[in-house]
Antibody, heavy 126, light 110 residues
């Protein structure tokens, strides 16, 4: 069974750093893009960025470029989303997703987000 | 402000049909596949339609997708109370080189 299992709830203060994780099982981790989607309280979905674990090629939405870092550790089939300095506006649920494509290594041939993690709640408050 | 435009809400009686529109441009829907997702309160979204009109295994044929030009539509027939959820469209935007979503549509069964 294909699964994305995310790390648990995080409560942090503004200015602190954070790294959340997404453990993959049930398929070959290096063969598919994996990404992150943000959902702020009471709001819609926002595509943040993706990474191809095979070569760590990462792409970001302009809205999130420079704000977060997406990485992948092939040795443990795990993707990460990281902040250097959190802000209160980073409070949200973050979902990891498998970004399926119709052509390998072409994120623009976007088929759909076919597998979702359960979500990680991040609360940033002083 | 989302790149793709959806109506905030739609509603219909049980057994009826609803359609949800998703409007974009040539840089996104016009030249890329559209996918649809539904999300129940407190849970992760789930893929309903991919590549404009394909259903993943386990999704009933009451759900259908179509695309024409720079717009896409999700249809739900035989509406059930269990279909009450938020529905989102998504696609790739070639100008942004990123995925994009619509703002979401809340489906209410009257």
């Amino acid at each position: 069974e294909v699964q994305l299992v995310q790390s648990g709830v995080e409560v942090k203060k503004p200015g602190e750093s954070l790294k959340v994780s997404c453990k993959v099982s049930g398929y070959t981790f290096t063969n598919y893009y994996i990404g992150w989607v943000r959902q702020m309280p009471g709001k819609g979905l926002e595509w943040m960025g993706i990474i191809y674990p095979g070569d760590s090629d990462a792409r970001y939405s302009p809205s999130f470029q420079g704000q977060v870092t997406i990485s992948a550790d092939k040795s443990v089939n795990t993707a990460h989303l990281q902040w250097r300095s959190l802000k209160a506006s980073d409070t949200a649920v973050y979902y990891c997703v498998r970004h399926r494509t119709t052509i390998t290594r072409r994120p623009d041939y976007f088929s759909g987000l076919d597998v979702w993690g359960q979500g990680t709640t991040v609360i940033v408050s002083s | 402000q989302s790149v793709l435009t959806q109506p905030p809400s739609v509603s219909a009686a049980p057994g009826q049909k609803v359609t949800i529109s998703c409007s974009g441009s040539s840089s996104n829907i016009g030249n890329n596949y559209v996918s649809w997702y539904h999300q129940f309160p407190g849970t992760a979204p789930k893929l309903l339609i991919y590549e404009n009109n394909k259903r993943p295994s386990g999704i009933p044929d009451r759900f259908s997708g179509s695309k024409s030009g720079t717009s896409a539509t999700l249809g739900i027939t035989g509406l059930q109370t269990g279909d009450e959820a938020d529905y989102y469209c998504g696609t790739w935007d070639s100008n942004l080189s990123a995925g994009v979503f619509g703002g979401g549509t809340k489906v209410t069964v009257l």
